[in-house]
């Protein structure tokens, strides 16, 4: 890169592209060979645009307009640009073949080519001198056409000319078909220039915005395009549950994710009575503690059903309310937690199946096995505070 900097050409103040606005789009690979050498390559370019004197807008979103430039002019002209830049290259699996890179340069008010070129070179250190010096070259035979720059130009007919998206999310980022990023959302809304898009049409867009999970969303084209509501993410949570096999109880839990709504490790507490089976009988409490790690599993964060798997370690502590008192501790595995989620934002409900083996170590009451209710597993059903 340092080699770039110093092979610069300046062109001054009074190069015919000072002061213009160039949007470059990534230099797509369409060998998918080496994902950071397209960002290299980008960078590259974008010091050559600078030099000549262009105010740079690089959209830095992965993008296959390199193939399709009939979209960048349109969406330049969304952004304000005088100059829209696109470009892709294709590289062997050898790296010491020769690359093909092609760049082409719209005039984004006149809507057609400026100039462009396509070469095929190594892929060195000579290479970067030798893409600037044919953007330097290319640049001193380019002009813009007669036709005065309009932002804004008319409507197509049948099209729109304008789309305002809409969100509750102040800050929320929209980016065109996850690529291009249009703006955010101010005030609970967006203005995005769509040059003339058929109403009706399909638009895909990628919503971002911190402390959120992204999510894309596909609508029709209209003026107004209410968007829905990311899901928060979430970093800790409260489950509160009861299990039948352990009733006449009611438990707590506390998790803290890893990775938001993904991967989580949890604390929980389960105090519950036994009653007497028969006269005479004494009752029992126990207590329920256990330390697990959980994984949902195939959906993802903002699916209405969701499912996942847990594992760990725990105890019971047991004590027997009689004339002469007895306490016991149960030590166990936690094999396997299989649970089923209906998943709301801010609240879920679950129902979970445990698979508990007792280690059947001293002091024990239960001998070593599997920890039933009856024939089957403990079931526990639990509201998620999120």
Not at 196 to 215: F, I, N, Q
């Amino acid at each position: 890169m340092l080699l770039i900097l110093l092979t610069t050409r300046s062109w001054g103040d009074d190069s015919a592209f000072a002061g213009k606005k160039a949007c470059l789009f990534p230099v797509t690979d369409v060998s998918g060979t080496d994902p950071m050498r397209a960002k290299i390559i980008t960078d590259a370019v974008a010091l050559a645009l600078q030099a000549a004197g262009f105010h740079l807008m690089v959209q830095d979103q992965p993008t296959d307009l390199g193939a399709r430039p009939q979209t960048a002019v349109p969406l330049a002209r969304g952004f304000g640009a005088d100059v829209a830049v696109t470009g892709f290259f294709a590289a062997g699996a050898d790296k010491d073949a020769a690359m093909l890179i092609s760049l082409s340069f719209y005039d984004v008010a006149a809507d057609g080519l400026m100039g462009g070129f396509a070469r095929s070179w190594r892929y060195n250190l000579g290479f970067h001198n030798a893409l600037h010096s044919e953007i330097a070259e290319l640049l001193t035979r380019m002009q813009f056409s007669d036709v005065p720059p309009s932002p804004v130009p008319a409507e197509p007919s049948g099209g729109l000319r304008m789309i305002q998206f809409t969100s509750p999310l102040e800050g929320m980022e929209v980016h065109i078909a996850g690529e291009v990023k249009a703006g955010e959302i101010k005030d609970g809304k967006l203005d995005f220039y769509s040059s003339g898009m058929t109403p009706g049409s399909p638009l895909t867009v990628e919503k971002r915005m911190d402390g959120y999970h992204a999510a894309r969303q596909t609508v029709g084209a209209a003026e107004t395009m209410a968007l829905a509501p990311l899901r928060k993410k979430t970093d800790y949570a409260f489950e509160l549950n009861t299990t039948f096999g352990q009733l006449f109880g009611f438990g707590g839990a506390a998790r803290y994710y890893l990775i938001p709504d993904g991967i989580f490790a949890c604390v929980s507490v389960y105090p519950y009575a036994q009653l007497p089976i028969g006269p005479g009988g004494a009752n029992v409490l126990h207590t329920d503690a256990a330390c697990s790690a959980g994984l949902y599993l195939f959906f993802p964060p903002d699916f209405p059903f969701r499912m996942g798997i847990s594992t760990g370690l725990g105890g019971i502590f047991s004590a027997v309310l009689s004339s002469t008192p007895l306490a016991f501790m149960d030590l166990y595995f936690n094999v396997a937690n299989v649970w089923l989620e209906l998943n709301l934002d801010g609240i879920s409900f679950h129902l979970r199946s445990e698979i508990k083996y007792a280690l059947g170590l001293g002091g024990d009451a239960l001998g070593r096995g599997v920890i039933r209710w009856g024939v089957l597993p403990p079931l526990t059903l639990g509201v998620l505070l999120k």
